[in-house]
Nanobody, 124 residues
Framework: QVQLVESGGGLVQAGGSLRLSCAAS????????MGWFRQAPGKEREFVAA????????YYTDSVKGRFTISRDNAKNTVYLQMNSLKPEDTAVYYC?????????????????WGQGTQVTVSS
């Protein structure tokens, strides 16, 4: 059984930083793509970033390029999302997701497993 557990959310002022973690268990994730998504109140869940576990290729939505960095630690089976220069519009619940494929997609419906989410609130 795959489990994804996010942590690291919180309240931060605009311009600040947070690092989200996603601890993955239950599989060998070398055949997976891992993604971060977010959902603000009243909005659809949107793609933020993704990484191909084996080779480490990364992908970002345009609004976070240059500010967010996705990475993974193979030894710890953990994926990170380093978020810098945070803006109020980054406020959302952030979800970690896993897809049994090396092909990254921005469509949340194509991911197989999800974490419970962690709240990120950026004050102005």
């Amino acid at each position: 059984q795959v489990q994804l557990v996010e942590s690291g959310g919180g309240l931060v002022q605009a311009g600040g930083s947070l690092r989200l973690s996603c601890a993955a268990s239950g599989r060998t994730f070398s055949s997976y793509a891992m993604g971060w998504f977010r959902q603000a109140p009243g909005k659809e869940r949107e793609f933020v970033a993704a990484i191909r576990w084996t080779i480490g290729t990364t992908y970002y939505t345009d609004s976070v390029k240059g500010r967010f960095t996705i990475s993974r630690d193979n030894a710890k089976n953990t994926v990170y999302l380093q978020m810098n220069s945070l803006k109020p519009e980054d406020t959302a619940v952030y979800y970690c997701a896993a897809r049994y494929s090396q092909r990254v997609t921005t469509n949340p419906h194509e991911y197989d497993y999800w974490g419970q989410g962690t709240q990120v609130t950026v004050s102005s």
